[in-house]
């Protein structure tokens, strides 16, 4: 079965400062990646996804992600932090022929001024 | 834009109570999710369903079921409500394609009392 790690349940970042979260995943066979945010008191809202080709995924809100099949890593960054980025942060990981996501633990973002 | 809807953001319950959670999309979307969140274990899947009457068991379904009478509607049912089932819970729905993301709800949280 797919699994994702996701290390250091709280991070924090200064703001304009590089924000980096780690995700790492465990999958037999090629693997779709997924990352996802959620603000206080909201659902989760897609950020960005690998599926094929371009292993640099750019996504909304400045992130992108890069899939390095040999680290088995999907490793999600932002050039400068902004205020609003404070938010949690879930990496997910799905293969082919299966619809089911499984997630990580989460990564929760604290922009300090 | 696809649209989510929970019935309820907070709901409060007591124990032993029949508790139930609906969830609508607007998307016709074939495949539908429920997930509980809790705080450090990330997102965990309860129930989906890739069809209408169709539903597979998650990781978690022990003292919850479902129901999913017609395509845009996905219930959770609490068949005895206890304390330790005191989380946030949410619905998300998808296309039936693997790599399509899964869209989600605001979340319902829900104290039993």
């Known amino acids: 079965a797919q699994s994702v790690t996701q290390l250091g349940s709280h991070v924090s970042v200064s703001e304009g400062a590089l924000v980096l979260l780690r995700c790492n995943y465990s999958s037999s066979v090629p693997p779709y990646l997924f990352w996802y945010v959620q603000y206080p008191n909201q659902g989760l809202q897609l950020l960005l996804k690998y599926t094929t080709g371009a292993t640099l995924v750019k996504g909304i809100n400045g992130f992108e992600a890069e899939f390095k099949k040999s680290e088995t890593s999907f490793h999600l960054t932002k050039p400068s932090a902004h205020m609003s980025d404070a938010a949690e942060y879930f990496c997910?990981?799905?293969?082919?022929?299966?619809?089911?996501?499984?997630f990580g633990k989460g990564n929760q973002v604290v922009v300090i001024p | 834009d696809v649209k989510v809807t929970q019935s309820s953001r907070y709901l409060v319950k007591r124990t032993g109570e029949k508790v139930f959670l609906e969830c609508v999309q607007d998307m016709d979307h074939e495949n539908m999710f429920w997930y509980r969140q809790d705080p450090g274990l990330g997102l965990r899947l309860i129930y989906f369903?890739?069809?209408?009457?169709?539903?597979e068991k998650g990781d978690i379904p022990e003292g919850y079921s479902v129901s999913r009478e017609k395509k845009e509607r996905f219930s959770l049912i609490l068949e005895s409500a206890s304390t330790n089932q005191t989380s946030m819970y949410l619905c998300?729905?998808?296309?039936?394609?693997?790599?399509?993301?899964?869209?989600f709800g605001d979340g319902t949280r829900l104290s039993i009392l």
């Open positions: 997910a990981v799905t293969i082919y022929g299966n619809n089911r996501l499984a």
């Open positions: 998300a729905s998808s296309l039936d394609s693997v790599n399509q993301p899964q869209h």
């Open positions: 369903s890739y069809d209408v009457k169709m539903k």
